[in-house]
């Protein structure tokens, strides 16, 4: 990969100001968002995430590949948090192994402008509708993570059916906000929706710095439960991530032959979210620890897909 384009992803500023709010709470200083704004900002990103996904959605002319593409980009998004929930429930607590397994089957905008980077540098195309696919992969990891929380919760009731499951996952603020974002943004109108664009683009960089910068000193808060699980949680968060993108590289071929999209696909099926993910657990899994989910996210699973990643899962999906 181009040096200057590592280069650039890792000085990207939002990464820099979760940096910033490590260093802050290492050096005890008390600079923090207050909780009130915090939960804002939360539920800012997940509707900015959806709307936006929607809109791409809107726009793209629907044909029989887009439509596989979108129907694989979901299976992967529910399939991997299924097995990687009980890989780590191993080591880990149910609530704990959810957020793992949502981070690690969601996924990671930046890492998706790190692949697009890479792929330019290489002089390959890929298709607009990638940009919804990766949309569309957001929420199906978190409904099914809480769906696995709550079925393997200590506190849930045997007799709950799994209806009550599903609808208590579909009814959870931080879904349902995904979900009817994304659907509220398919059906807008497009000038309608022009309206509302500084709101939902212009400045979702700078409330996610600020959310990252929060998120970077509830980190660092916790680091004592990375340091914990730090050789399980470290290896997972590196052996499960490249298992997914080798596979999506590889079974992508069913779907689709262009290169760049297969690339693509296996960069979405092995980045992990810090962004959607984290808010949304937040609010539907309180007890998950941060210091778990955000470092394995951001701190192992996107440096290891920036660096070896992108290469490999370009070489395979060339390969076969």
């Known amino acids: 990969m181009d040096p200057q384009v590592l280069f650039s992803n890792l000085t990207n500023p939002t990464l820099l100001f979760f940096l910033l709010g490590i ?20 539920l800012y990103l997940l509707f900015a995430i959806g709307f936006k996904g929607g809109q791409e959605l809107s726009h793209s002319t629907m044909t029989a ?10 299976a992967m998004s529910s399939a991997i948090p299924v097995y990687s929930f009980f890989i780590l429930r191993r080591r880990l607590s149910v609530s704990d192994a959810g957020a793992v397994a949502a981070a690690f089957g969601s996924v990671s905008a930046v890492t998706f402008v790190a692949a697009s980077s890479y792929l330019e540098s290489e002089k390959i195309a890929f298709g607009g509708h990638m940009v919804a696919v ?21 506190d849930l009731a045997e007799e709950t059916s799994l209806f009550s499951i599903v609808r208590h996952s579909f009814t959870n603020g931080s879904v349902l906000m995904v979900m009817g974002s994304l659907l509220i943004g398919i059906i807008a109108d497009s000038k309608q929706a022009e309206g509302i664009r500084p709101f939902t683009t212009d400045i979702f960089k700078g409330f996610l710095a600020i959310f990252l910068l929060d998120m970077g000193m509830t980190t660092a808060r916790r680091f004592g439960a990375f340091r914990k699980y730090g050789s399980f949680v ?14 999506a590289a590889a079974l992508s071929g069913l779907v689709t032959a262009d290169v ?3 690339t693509i696909f296996a960069v979405l099926a092995a980045s992990a979210s810090y962004i959607a993910v984290p808010a949304a657990m937040r609010l539907a899994a309180p007890k998950a620890d941060p210091g778990l989910y955000i470092p394995a996210a951001l701190g192992v699973t996107f440096p290891f897909n920036v660096t070896v990643g992108l290469p490999l899962y370009h070489f395979i999906a060339r390969s076969f």
């Open 23 to 42: 260093f802050a709470t290492l050096v005890k200083s008390d600079l923090q968002i207050p909780e009130s704004s915090s939960k804002f900002i939360s």
């Open 65 to 74: 590949e887009i439509g596989w593409s979108l129907l694989f980009g979901l």
């Open 134 to 154: 990766m949309a569309l992969m957001e929420a199906p990891a978190i409904i099914v993570a809480v769906m696995l929380m709550d079925r393997h919760s200590d």
């Open 234 to 247: 470290t290896l997972s968060a590196i052996l499960i991530p490249a298992f997914n993108g080798c596979v």
């Open 260 to 262: 760049g999209n297969r």
